[in-house]
């Protein structure tokens, strides 16, 4: 590990020389004796003894925070555990990989030097190269570097789709996700306009644990003002309206948007239905949507009345009622992601066949309709009749595709000013922070949006007809998949996912069988994207753990890469530029040097209670995900395995049913009207 912890040595020390590297020098923040800055010292302990020798103070460092761990503290505990881990990898990499030990040896001597004529974005440069190389050669080449996305991400259409949609209002389910935790801070729960049914589970979710974390979830008894679902609700009513008055549905026809109900706490999903209903009402009727919402109990009990005795009658699964348990709402992003696809299977099967897509909104977007029309001359629903989405054609390598799924694009409405096209990620102007140096995801994200969803067809690229674009990196809240599609190739997001979803459900389709799914690019079905216009409250108190999340995103997308394929080389060769830096060669080391040299940066800043917060939640949580990718094979890997079995049963039983009941079989037909029943009980009147 010698090479790595002069790495380390070097991103923390002081240094005097030109070019030295603006990152936090923890030596000061290692008090030891000091009671009152116990996290400070025990993250700046964690840095130190990660430095070995290169730092004076490394010996008394690690005895401190060994001293700690053994009195059970638990950050004291995570960072030693740490120390172990990164060592572990260092010397497994070093053996397996001759190329990568070259470069971390390129990168010490580097930075041994003495900095002359040294600039920040030279040392920028190379510390990405051995921590994360897909920021490297961007800045300074974004043009070019844009282009060789697009070509990589170019499409030689080979066909149309020859049944396209013609009335999307009609044949697609639109899903969004409700996400709901307890009441903002410093708001008391007993003075909250809330049903005493509702005050009741707040109380009681204040005495349970917190089982999930979301961006930024609708807190209960939020004022209405900056209530995303009330937002989200009054956006998707003014766009269908929108379209009725444009003629492109009839006057008397509801758009049917599915929410799925998904809680931080236990106690909240009990409540959950009563407050939408009440917040509902107090928002006053919706006149053009069709309201369905589905708590965790509503998919349970179309698995235990509907498709485990299916499964069991027709296929002879008695095991089918825990296995088909993947379809449900409780729990990370990753469970109710694949829900919403696959509730658009068992719609079109069990309640209207008409029903042949589905498409995730997200209710912090809205439709820019008036934008969109003066733009494209057409209105959002308009876009959906979109003939490449279910044609075919190859990819940049030949192989054949089939455009089953269809992804838009977004536009911040802070930047409606500059245009509708304006990318909604564009490259950041900053320079790097401290931890940045380390993982500066900003730069392959904003290659990705402009490369992948910002391009617009013509104009020297591809021209939307003979040739089009894949995309890879897709907006969860833009993106649609046809019933058929959803049918065959039977993606999934795992349920340990806990973001970037959609992203993940992407990945599990990597090495299946040609002609592979893969999501076309609509540059002109665009949403707007309002959170920061209304829910600055919100992201504000989830900032802390969604930080955390992308540091267990690391951990699980390197994890499940190795389920997916024994070439993670060619995963990332397909997922690069931003999806694929999520899949390292070195998660463990990456995670723990993002979360420590971040919260030495907070300390610096004076950012004592975030920074504390940081780490106390960081322990407690990477410790539970660095268990589950642990060990050949991981518990990461077996539930990955159950779950893949559980979508096949899922779409099998779907298979069977819909034979069953064109075959006039009078228990399929009772199933499907047990189906139809719990669906219409989902309604929110």
Request: hydrophobic residues 40%.
């Amino acid at each position: 590990m010698h090479r790595l912890s002069e790495i380390v040595a070097a991103l923390i020390l002081p240094r005097s020389e030109p070019g030295a590297l603006p990152v936090v020098d923890v030596g000061g923040q290692f008090e030891p004796r000091d009671e009152e800055s116990a996290a400070q010292s025990l993250n700046a302990a964690f840095l130190l003894a990660a430095a070995g020798p290169g730092h004076p103070r490394a010996g008394e460092a690690a005895h401190h925070l060994a001293g700690k761990a053994d009195s059970g503290d638990p950050v004291a505990s995570f960072y030693t555990e740490g120390l172990r881990r990164i060592e572990n990898e260092a010397r497994d990499i070093a053996e397996r990989d001759a190329g990568f030990s070259e470069r971390l040896d390129d990168l010490a001597a580097y930075l041994a030097g003495d900095g002359a004529g040294r600039s920040a974005e030279e040392l920028a440069e190379r510390t990405w190269g051995v921590f994360f190389p897909e920021a490297t050669g961007i800045r300074g080449h974004e043009e070019a570097r844009v282009e060789e996305v697009r070509r990589r991400r170019t499409i030689q259409v080979t066909g149309t789709n020859p049944d396209p949609l013609t009335d999307p209002a009609s044949q697609v389910l639109f899903t969004a996700n409700l996400l709901l935790t307890g009441p903002p801070a410093g708001r008391e729960i007993d003075d909250l306009d809330l049903a005493d049914e509702v005050k009741r589970g707040l109380h009681q979710a204040e005495r349970e644990p917190q089982l999930f974390w979301y961006d930024h979830p609708v807190q209960i008894g939020v004022e209405p003002a900056a209530s995303e679902l009330l937002y989200g609700l009054r956006a998707v009513d003014r766009g269908v309206a929108f379209e009725k008055r444009r003629g492109t549905m009839p006057p008397g026809e509801r758009l049917r948007l599915v929410l799925s109900i998904s809680t931080t706490h236990h106690a909240l999903e009990g409540v959950a239905r009563r407050y939408l209903s009440d917040e509902v009402r107090r928002m006053g009727e919706l006149e053009h949507a069709e309201l369905y919402a589905f708590a965790e109990a509503d998919p349970a009990r179309l698995v235990s009345d509907v498709l485990a005795p299916a499964a069991e009658a027709f296929l002879g699964r008695k095991d089918a009622g825990s296995i088909l348990g993947v379809f449900g709402v409780r729990g990370r992003y990753g469970r109710h992601h694949s829900f919403g696809k696959a509730i658009a299977a068992l719609w079109h099967v069990l309640v209207d066949p008409d029903v042949v897509a589905t498409f995730k909104t997200d209710l912090d977007h809205s439709w820019p309709q008036e934008e969109l029309v003066t733009a494209t001359g057409k209105s959002l629903l308009e876009h959906f009749i979109y003939p490449l989405w279910g044609g075919t054609g190859l990819d940049g390598q030949g192989r054949s595709l089939e455009l089953g799924a269809m992804a838009g694009a977004l536009v911040n409405e802070a930047d409606m000013g500059e245009g509708l096209f304006s990318p909604d990620v564009p490259f950041p102007e900053r320079p790097p922070e401290a931890d940045e140096f380390v993982f500066f995801s900003a730069l392959p994200q904003g290659l990705s949006t402009l490369g992948e969803a910002s391009t617009r067809y013509g104009a020297g690229g591809p021209d939307g007809v003979a040739t089009a674009l894949e995309r890879v990196h897709v907006h969860g809240g833009t993106a649609g998949i046809l019933v058929d599609s959803l049918r065959r190739h039977r993606p999934f997001t795992p349920s340990f996912i806990g973001r970037a979803e959609d992203q993940a459900y992407v990945l599990s389709l990597f090495g299946e069988p040609e002609p592979r799914l893969a999501y076309v690019h609509n540059r002109e079905l665009i949403q707007r994207h309002d959170k920061k216009a209304f829910a600055g409250a919100a992201i504000e108190a989830s900032r802390i753990p969604t930080l955390i999340g992308d540091y267990e995103r690391i951990l699980l997308f390197s994890g499940l890469a190795g389920v997916l394929t024994e070439d993670r080389e060619a995963l990332k060769a397909m997922a690069n530029p931003f999806t694929g830096g999520f899949i390292s060669k070195i998660p463990v080391t990456v995670m723990f040097l993002r979360l420590a040299l971040r919260a030495g940066a907070m300390f610096a800043k004076g950012e004592h209670e975030e920074a504390e917060g940081l780490l106390t939640l960081g322990a407690e949580r990477l410790s539970q995900t660095l268990a589950f990718v642990d060990g050949n094979p991981s518990e990461l890997a077996r539930c990955y395995r159950v779950e893949r079995e559980g979508w096949e049963l899922f779409y099998d039983t779907l298979v069977v049913l819909e034979g069953r009941l064109a075959e006039g079989d009078p228990l399929a037909a009772e199933l499907a009207g047990r189906a139809r029943g719990i669906v219409e009980g989902c309604v929110v009147r």
